[in-house]
């Protein structure tokens, strides 16, 4: 059976970080595309960063427009994990944070497996 296990979610004051991961088990995603998304209560899953297997090259790194400079996503393959630093929280990343992976892109459709997510709670 194939899952994604996210861990590291919390509270945060602002200005805080943290950092969430995010462990395959069952199958291996090393040439596949990783991805974070986040929701909230009343709205769409959005893209946060993605990580996808370029040939040559590692892996090619996306991060959302809007939090770059202070969101990272970086990957491990020997342990098949995915992982979120989170630098300068603000309230507004407040959500449930899910890993994807099996897929690619910026959009939920684009991946085959879903994680059950980690609260993510940033406060004034």
């Known amino acids: 059976q194939v899952k994604l296990v996210e861990s590291g979610g919390g509270l945060a004051q602002a200005g805080d970080s943290l950092k969430l991961s995010c462990d395959g088990i069952?199958?291996?995603?090393?040439?596949?595309?990783m991805a974070w998304f986040r929701q909230t209560p009343g709205k769409e899953r959005e893209f946060v960063a993605s990580?996808?297997?370029?040939?040559?090259?590692?892996?090619?790194?996306e991060i959302a427009k809007s939090l770059q400079g202070r969101f990272t996503i970086s990957r491990r393959k020997v342990t098949n994990t995915v992982y979120l630093q989170m630098d300068n929280l603000k309230q507004g990343d407040t959500g449930l944070y899910y890993c994807?992976?099996?897929?690619?892109?910026?959009?939920?459709?684009?991946?085959?497996?879903w994680g059950q997510g980690t609260q993510v709670t940033g406060s004034t």
């Open positions: 994807a992976a099996g897929g690619r892109g910026g959009t939920p459709a684009g991946y085959a497996y």
């Open positions: 990580s996808v297997w370029r040939i040559g090259q590692e892996y090619d790194v």
């Open positions: 069952g199958r291996s995603f090393t040439g596949d595309g």
